[in-house]
Each structure stands twice: as C-alpha cells, then as structure tokens.
C-alpha cells in the first residue's frame, strides 16, 4: 500500500511552453502534498506545501505564479511550470502523507524534465 | 528556518563493515528526524526515523541516534551489504508548528559498498 504515482516520468518541451505535472495517491487520501525539485546529485528542496481544497504555501524564493499548484482532491495534485525556460530543467518530486506530521511521506517516482 | 547539515558527501565501505553517516540541525523546535535512502533513479524511501524523547532506534543492521543537545543524529549501518549502496538523506522538522510541518533535507551522502 501507500503508493504515490507521477505522471509524467519525463517531458522534454520547449523554452517559453507550459508543463503540468500529476502526482497521485493510489490507495490512500492524502490530506497534504509536498513537491520538491532536486537538481543532479543534490538534495531536496522543498517548493511548496499543498492541502487538499486550500492555496498551497510556497517555500521562499519559490516563484507561486511561475510554479502554479492545484490540490483540487485528497488523491491529486498537479504542478504546473508556465513559461518554462531552460534553467526549470530538474528533476520534480512529490509526496504525499496522511493526516499528522508524524505519519510517512511517500514519495512519488519522479519527473524528470528538460526545457530546450 | 531549519538548517540540516549532512557529512561526509560520499563514503565507500568495505562490505561487512559499518558506515556512519551524522548530521546536525540548527532549529531546536525540531523533533521529528526520518532519514530516506535514495537508489539511482529511484523515489527516497523512510528507512528509520526517531522521535525527540528517545535517543536511539535500531531495525535491524540499521539504527539511529539522537543528541538533543548537541543537536546532531547519526545513521549507522553494520553489515553492510552491496545492496546498501545508494544516496542516503537525513532529515529534521519540527511538529510543533502547526500547519507548517515540513521537512528539511540534509544535502546527502553517497554510501558505496565495495565488495
């Protein structure tokens, strides 16, 4: 069980195109949605946390109009990257996690996206 | 904010041998500590995770320890095995604040398991 899902795994787009990324719970209601960006052999940085039915907070520095996040459910989350430009090319990681803090984040597999 | 410090950045063990990787944390808030092993090209998955009111855990070949006043935690792995290689993240936050728990990584340590 607890398995979190992405779609897609990777997107290759144009500079200046839009990207929207899914991640899904696939057997659990996931009451809070993190999305993270890692860039090659590096760590975790977290973009934005996302409940179900209210406005995501985005970690500082972290543009909210370019990196647009949608919790419309308790099993979907999108990540949408407008007017990607080549330097937004990384590696997308969501997780999700049931009710208090202590409860495990799972992680997504990962989209792994480049702007040409 | 919290601030999450990981060494070292890579470590090649002799298999059977034990590996430690630490890490220290700057907020005192924090009490939640997972740490996540990341296989090349894979999703970080919780391998062990340890609360403040306790100062050790261990599942296994795998335990961890806690030192709130020092604010540091290690991961120690004993017998290691091939299959223990991959990139191993620590992690800190605090559950205190409400609405806002979320984790911080450390930057990551490559494990290389040499047999």
Known sequence: GAVVSQ??????????????????????????????????????????????????TYEQGVEKDKFLINHASLTL???????????????YICSARVGGAYNEQFFGPGTRLTVL | GENV????????????????????????????????KQELGKRPQLIIDIRSNVGEKKDQRIAVTLNKTAKHFSLHITETQPEDSAVYFCAAMSTLNFGNEKLTFGTGTRLTIIP
Request: glycine share 4%; proline share 5%.
């Open chain 1, 77 to 91: 989350s999108t990540l949408t990257v407008t007017s990607a430009h080549p330097e937004d090319s990384s590696f």
């Open chain 2, 5 to 36: 410090e990981q060494h070292p950045s890579t470590l090649s063990v002799q298999e059977g041998d034990s590996a430690v990787i630490k890490c220290t944390y700057s907020d005192s808030a924090s009490n939640y500590f997972p740490w996540y």
């Open chain 1, 7 to 56: 779609h897609p795994s990777w997107v290759i787009c144009k500079s200046g195109t839009s990207v929207k990324i899914e991640c899904r719970s696939l057997d659990f209601q996931a009451t809070t949605m993190f999305w993270y960006r890692q860039f090659p052999k590096q760590s975790l940085m977290l973009m934005a946390t996302s409940n179900e039915g209210s406005k995501a």
